[in-house]
């Protein structure tokens, strides 16, 4: 015998759309969907492929579809002899040196950028000395990495999407402070010789021997075995060695930023508004707190949460609601449903009941055979022994 368990829906995936479509060779396909999306056209506002919901570091970019965005032409304006010539300079210098920083950046490109210019003109030539089909999964790593811990609208207001006059002083400070008191560059060098040198990270000791991650800003004798110089908070190895610091430990450029100000669950973009929505353990724009789907305006409307995303009542049935195996009728938002496994039922005694005689089964033991619910033995062997189209169920008339 089973027990029938109510249920709020089942998880399910939406990462991708389930109808295929023909691909659109123009824009760049989806890694994870592949001909399920036709190709990346971005939110107005989202930072997410319209089609199927991914990023856009989840599509196979080119460069030329990504210059607008590339932090070389952010700083530069696309001269890439300027960016070669400076990266040299990179190269040979202590750019950990304060007289140094002061000498190279400027209050709009700071020390992020010019890391990651440096960094993305050895990669390019790395990747280039890879065998042609691992090219691209090492492409689109760096850019993930990248989309992931530093994004580009936190590194940058021209990258937010219509920031006030008030916010965009509050970006400018934020963006200053984190420049002059957090921001930093891990180096490898040898393990400090003054005694027992344990890793930040894992605690664990480190070789006097060999070398170690050390960054300035923690102070010399704050060591990192190579492996453990990752972000606090989730835990992935800082890409190009760049971190964050604050309140005794690193991060990085994404969870930083959220440790001094609220991230927008919608655009991913920080919050600097005063005003701003919180729901789900999440932050919203006011104005974007929509339905993922349809991007209906939520603000004062009942709304519900499926992968941490809210959908309005109307996209929510069309898009997750179940069919009850009885009356064949959909289970709203607004009706209680039940489930058990494959199969669902509106939790109501016309819906979930004996098949053959009728009798309610809520909270009650169950017999199940082929979709159809039995409150015993001798119910189930009435129908399964009735002569075919012979039987007859009860007919109960009710409205959902």
Known sequence: MATGQMFYRPQHDTSCGEMKVTTNVDKPRCLKCGDRCPGLDLHYWRKICKHCRCGPEDHDLTDDDDKDKH???????????????????LHRLNI???????????????????????????????????????????????????????????????????????????????AEKRKNKAVGIGNVGPVPQNGLT???????????????????????????HTGCFTCATCKELLVDNIYFFRTGDIYCGRHYAELVYPRCSACDEIIFAREYTQAENQAWHVQHFCCWYCDTPLAGLRYIAQQNNPYCVQCFDRLYSKVCSTCSRTITADSPGLSHGEFHWHACPHCFCCYCCGTNLINQQFLLKDGKLFCSLDCRHTFVNSPKNAFQRPVHIHHH
């Open 71 to 89: 932090p070389m032409n952010l700083v530069f304006d696309g001269n890439h002899s300027i960016a070669r010539e400076l990266s040299s300079r």
């Open 198 to 224: 344990r890793c930040h990270r894992c605690e664990l000791t480190i070789d006097s021997k060999g070398f170690a991650m050390i960054t300035n800003r923690m102070g010399p004798s704050a060591c990192f």
């Open 96 to 174: 950990e040196d304060p007289a140094v920083q002061s000498e190279i950046v400027t209050p709009e490109n700071d020390l992020v950028i010019h890391r990651i210019v440096a960094e993305n003109l050895r990669s390019q030539t790395y990747i280039s000395m890879l065998p042609k089909d691992k090219q691209l999964f090492a492409a689109q790593l760096r850019r993930r990495q990248l989309q992931r811990q530093l994004p580009l609208h936190d590194l940058h207001a021209k990258f937010c999407d219509s920031l006030t006059e008030k916010e965009l002083q509050k970006f400018q400070k934020f």
